[in-house]
């Protein structure tokens, strides 16, 4: 007997609870599909061949002189009844060939599938491996093409060779003018040295000339004064 199953509100899973196991049910479908005991209407199919050959069989034991054209009816219905019988088997034989086929055939098309997955794997996980290296080329060729415009900036080599001979040839004039105003410094220094050093004497000489006029003069006007006075 089958329970009555559970409507499973939003969001949750649906469930069915039954009175027998799967491999219980399959057990029971195929008996019945072997007996043919389970029909839509009428009598079951097993029960009308059992009912053919239980009139048959009774048919024989009679043992009468005028009963073989019973028989035969009999035997013909019989036989009639196991044609209308096997019929089904048969077409459920061609449906079980069909579906063991179509089973054969869906595991052929999963393996491929599944072989396709994996080599579709195995070529992510190298296009993957050719991004990354794509990625590292790309980024290099950005720093080579950084460097070259840094480098493109700066004037060329022989240019920056003029400009350091340049530069020398410069710094040596300039340390020669240098030591030259060094010298000149020092000639006037001594130069101004002397003159200080004349005018020092000068002053000197003038001086000591300004003291023997006064003498002079002193000694003059007394000589005066002493004759005045003779």
Request: some cysteine.
């Amino acid at each position: 007997m089958i329970k009555a199953r559970r409507v499973a509100g939003r969001g949750e899973e649906m469930s069915a609870h039954y009175a027998f196991s799967p491999s219980e049910d399959e057990v029971i479908i195929k008996q019945r599909l072997l007996t043919r005991t389970t029909t839509t209407r009428g009598e079951p199919p097993l029960k009308k061949l059992q009912k053919r050959f239980t009139a048959f069989a009774t048919e024989i034991e009679k043992q009468s002189d005028n009963n073989s054209a019973e028989c035969e009816k009999f035997y013909k219905a019989f036989l009639q009844e196991i044609a209308t019988f096997e019929l089904p088997l048969l077409k459920s034989q061609a449906v079980v060939d069909a579906n063991i086929r179509e089973k054969e055939s869906f595991i052929e098309l999963q393996e491929e599938i599944e072989s396709q997955i994996c080599q579709a794997k195995s070529d992510i996980e190298e296009l993957k491996k050719q991004l990354e290296m794509s990625r590292v080329e790309r980024r290099h060729k950005e720093e080579c093409e950084a460097v070259r415009k840094l480098v493109a900036s700066w004037p060329p080599r022989s240019e920056t060779e003029r400009l350091i001979t340049d530069l020398q040839a410069e710094i040596a004039d300039l340390e020669a003018e240098d030591v030259s105003c060094v010298r000149m410094l020092d000639l006037r220094r001594k130069q101004f040295s002397l003159l200080l050093h004349v005018v020092e004497e000068l002053q000197n000489t003038i001086t000591e000339d300004d003291q023997k006029l006064s003498l002079e003069e002193l000694s003059g006007g007394a000589g005066s004064d002493a004759m005045a006075l003779d």
